[in-house]
Nanobody, 127 residues
Framework: VQLQASGGGLVQAEGSLRLSCAASGRTGGSYHMGWFRQAPGQERDFVAAISRTGDTVYYADSVSGRFTISRDNAKNAVYLQMTSLKPADTAVYYC?????????????????????WGQGTQVTVSS
């Protein structure tokens, strides 16, 4: 599975961005997908995750109510709509796929659940 994240950029505080993650390769059968982010000098943190069918979503407390994760299995794509962005949201955002593992609840927050990672896309929020 290859993952290609896109949509990052520079935006002012309170602005919006939409990240996309396109999957290719072994895409027959959907799998849990997640978004993580990593700021300079920080660990990679969970942002959001979505179940195989898209009927269950999870969010980090820091983005709940501002970010929305969604997927289009017909297009093998996952999206992260980010609104009311804050300078603290500045980071490299990574999409990830849990192809061989299943997860529920807080289990989906762990990076170790995800088998494949995209290359990351930079999001910079200016104050």
């Amino acid at each position: 599975v290859q993952l290609q994240a896109s949509g990052g950029g520079l935006v002012q505080a309170e602005g919006s961005l939409r990240l996309s993650c396109a999957a290719s390769g072994r895409t027959g059968g959907s799998y849990h997908m997640g978004w993580f982010r990593q700021a300079p000098g920080q660990e990679r943190d969970f942002v959001a995750a979505i179940s195989r069918t898209g009927d269950t979503v999870y969010y980090a407390d820091s983005v709940s109510g501002r970010f929305t994760i969604s997927r289009d299995n017909a297009k093998n794509a996952v999206y992260l709509q980010m609104t009311s962005l804050k300078p603290a949201d500045t980071a490299v955002y990574y999409c990830a796929a849990a192809v061989y593992n299943a997860c529920t609840g807080y289990g989906c927050y762990r990076p170790s659940v995800y088998d494949y990672w995209g290359q990351g896309t930079q999001v910079t929020v200016s104050s």
